[in-house]
């Protein structure tokens, strides 16, 4: 999403949209939904992929039947509706944000290197405390927190029970897309469509 909106300007796309009657929330919503939905449909690909690929391989004879468990396709939407999905929005929006504001692709490298630094330390909290709060707040995509769960469930539970979406991984689940949602709300208001698209060239 956040590359869809940088094109505009690297390619020049203002000679089209404004001689058209399109509005400042038409144009920047339009582009965040659009390529949010395409991000979500990528990314709809792995557990469809997983799940078919278990379906496929016990018909075509490839695999042992007796190999799966019970194989239900909610195991396979529950977490990508609680963990991938939030992770998606709260990335796009902040990304988009940046972009529009920024006008320079950089900032999503810096952007990106300020998440791997709060996964590291997250996952140093994991590693150095039992504060199950801090564990759970702290990663903004919420992986170290379903690995303390998993560390601390026994091997009936992996196979027979899904991710427990309460105490921090709830709020962690509802505070990092919010934060994500803020940045693109307060992009949006700040938003100029006209001097988005003034480049140097038309400062020349």
Avoid: C
């Avoid at 004879?61 to 239900?72: E, S």
């Amino acid at each position: 999403s956040d590359l869809a909106i940088f094109r505009d300007i690297e390619y020049q796309t203002k000679d089209y949209y404004l001689t058209y009657p399109i509005t400042k929330a038409g144009y920047f919503w339009g582009r965040f939904i659009g390529s949010f939905t395409f991000m979500v449909l990528i990314a709809t690909a792995i557990p469809l992929g997983i799940y078919l690929g278990t379906l496929i391989g016990p018909a075509l004879h490839l695999t042992d039947p007796a190999q799966y468990g019970p194989n239900k396709l909610i195991y396979y939407l529950y977490p990508f509706v609680f963990i991938a999905l939030p992770n998606i929005l709260f990335t796009s929006a902040l990304f988009f944000g940046l972009v529009a504001i920024m006008r320079n692709v950089k900032v999503i490298y810096f952007g990106g290197v300020l998440l791997f630094l709060f996964y590291l330390i997250a996952l140093f909290f994991l590693g150095h405390t039992q504060n199950t709060t801090v564990i759970g707040i702290s990663d903004p995509f919420g992986l170290n927190f379903v690995r303390f769960q998993m560390n601390n469930a026994s091997t009936l539970e992996h196979n027979t029970s899904l991710i427990s979406i309460n105490g921090p991984l709830a709020i962690n689940r509802i505070l990092w897309p919010g934060i994500g949602l803020i940045v693109l709300l307060t992009t949006y208001f700040r938003f100029n469509f006209e001097k988005f698209f003034a480049g140097n060239r038309d400062q020349a």
